[in-house]
């Protein structure tokens, strides 16, 4: 089932933070990051486990609750290459390998 | 960057062909997967393997078929296109271990596949 991300679209100014929110109704193993510029293809930023570990890169922060099944991307101070369309996808825990990517959320940073 | 080979990047045929989509890597990875892009869909995923002649089904599989005969290469088949599978169709590879997916997928540059 398909998760639901919020928002669906935000514009900052360089320097600002952003949160995206990921939430799914089945119980989760893990949920994955991903960044899309137009024309390109998905880029991996972070994976979430259950049970706390994480995996990804160090200027961007994450969390996963697991109890409620939601998972947020924190970006602070945004800069330009920020932009670009942020999917995350879930992994159920009867799932084994497949994700169920949201539909995405379009964040637009302005100099 | 991770070593994954779509062909062709762009193509366009008519209702009925039949049409293949090959995705190579060569990072020996064990998963793989064939994902298809439209707006406002965000990425669905079609079919997914896990190892040579191991294949399973997404949740948009219908009308699809795919092998894998080697680890290197991953085909994804049309038996007879529809104007509805007009897409951008991304392959991905994962390096994940046992049954989860506790590594990140990378992905290719994609296939703009246009039926007409």
């Known amino acids: 089932q398909q998760p639901v991300q919020s928002p669906q679209a935000v514009i900052l100014r360089e320097g600002e933070d952003a949160v995206i929110n990921c939430s799914s109704s089945k119980a989760l193993y893990s949920v994955h990051w991903y960044r899309q510029k137009h024309g390109e293809a998905p880029v991996f930023l972070m994976i979430l486990l259950k049970g706390g570990e994480q995996k990804g890169h160090d200027k961007i922060s994450a969390s996963f609750n697991e109890k409620k099944q939601q998972s947020s991307l924190y970006l602070t101070a945004s800069q330009l290459s920020y932009s670009g369309t942020y999917f995350c996808g879930t992994e159920e825990s009867t799932s084994y390998g497949k994700l169920t990517f949201g539909q995405g959320t379009i964040l637009t940073v302005h100099p | 960057d991770a070593g994954i080979t779509q062909s062709p990047r762009h193509k366009v045929t008519e209702t009925g062909t039949p049409v293949t989509l090959r995705c190579h890597q060569t990072?020996?990875?064990?998963?793989m997967y064939w994902y298809r892009q439209d707006p406002g869909h965000g990425l669905r995923l079609i079919h997914y393997?896990?190892?040579?002649?191991?294949?399973d089904k997404g949740e948009v599989s219908d009308g699809y078929s795919v092998s894998r005969s080697k680890t290197e290469d991953f085909l994804l088949t049309l038996e007879s296109a529809t104007s509805s599978q007009t897409s951008v169709y991304f392959c991905?590879?994962?390096?994940?271990?046992?049954?989860?997916?506790?590594?990140?997928?990378?992905f290719g540059d994609g296939t703009r596949l246009s039926i007409l």
């Open positions: 393997s896990y190892g040579v002649k191991d294949t």
């Open positions: 991905a590879i994962s390096d994940s271990e046992g049954l989860y997916s506790n590594q990140p997928q990378h």
């Open positions: 990072e020996n990875h064990r998963y």
